[in-house]
Nanobody, 125 residues
């Protein structure tokens, strides 16, 4: 299983970025796709997740509600994270992850078994 993130970069506060993750090398029937982030000196935290079986089943962390949206491009295994109104505190390494099995939505990192290498997002003026 491979998870490859793309779309990171450096932006100014208030701008937008769109992250993408393309999983490959697996054939699980049910799984969650999640986005996590880790800022320097802080623990990894869940940002958003979505079900593989129903695109309407998704959740977002309170600190990104109304600004970030997780989605799945049609007929693909990929997962995107649209990030609008970015703030300096959104700076960090963003990771794509997979949690295998039919399970409730969760933003707990311990529930995810497979991880990408991460991609840097920097928000600074």
């Amino acid at each position: 299983l491979q998870l490859v993130e793309s779309g990171g970069g450096s932006v100014q506060p208030g701008e937008s970025l769109r992250l993408s993750c393309a999983p490959s090398g697996f054939t699980f029937d049910y799984y969650l796709l999640g986005w996590f982030r880790q800022a320097p000196g802080k623990e990894r935290e869940g940002v958003a997740c979505i079900s593989s079986s129903n695109d309407d089943l998704k959740m977002h962390a309170d600190f990104v509600k109304g600004r970030f949206t997780i989605s799945r491009p049609f007929a693909t295994n990929a997962v995107d994270l649209q990030m609008n109104s970015l703030k300096p505190e959104d700076t960090g390494v963003y990771y794509c992850a997979v949690s295998v099995g039919l399970r409730p939505l969760t933003l707990s990192a311990s529930e995810f078994q497979y991880w990408g290498h991460g991609i840097q997002v920097t928000v600074s003026s």
